[in-house]
Nanobody, 124 residues
Framework: QVQLVESGGRLVQAGGSLRLSCAASGRTFSSYAMGWFRQAPGKEREFVGIINRSGGSTYYIDSVKGRFTISRDNAKNTVYLQMNSLKPEDTAVYYC?????????????????WGQGTQVTVSS
């Protein structure tokens, strides 16, 4: 079992930055690739990006590429989502999730464990 707890979400102005954290406990954190998803009101949960077990490889969707960066610290059992140049369309609840799969896991059904989410609101 892996427990995930996100933090760092808040209200921010467009163009601003936020760093979300996701702290993991339980089974070996480094055994899992870690993804970030987001869900805006009335919309499907959307894959944002993923980082592999070692932290040496990341993948992002086009709409956040160049603005968002995922990193991880396996010694601290924590994964981060650095978000820069935020836009109102980035407003959503952001979730971290752990997957035992290899490669890029786009679909929420491919993830084993989820956090409770943290709200990010970007005002225009």
């Amino acid at each position: 079992q892996v427990q995930l707890v996100e933090s760092g979400g808040r209200l921010v102005q467009a163009g601003g930055s936020l760093r979300l954290s996701c702290a993991a406990s339980g089974r070996t954190f480094s055994s899992y690739a870690m993804g970030w998803f987001r869900q805006a009101p009335g919309k499907e949960r959307e894959f944002v990006g993923i980082i592999n077990r070692s932290g040496g490889s990341t993948y992002y969707i086009d709409s956040v590429k160049g603005r968002f960066t995922i990193s991880r610290d396996n010694a601290k059992n924590t994964v981060y989502l650095q978000m820069n140049s935020l836009k109102p369309e980035d407003t959503a609840v952001y979730y971290c999730a752990a997957t035992s799969r290899y490669g890029v896991s786009y679909y929420y059904t491919e993830y084993n464990y989820w956090g409770q989410g943290t709200q990010v609101t970007v005002s225009s």
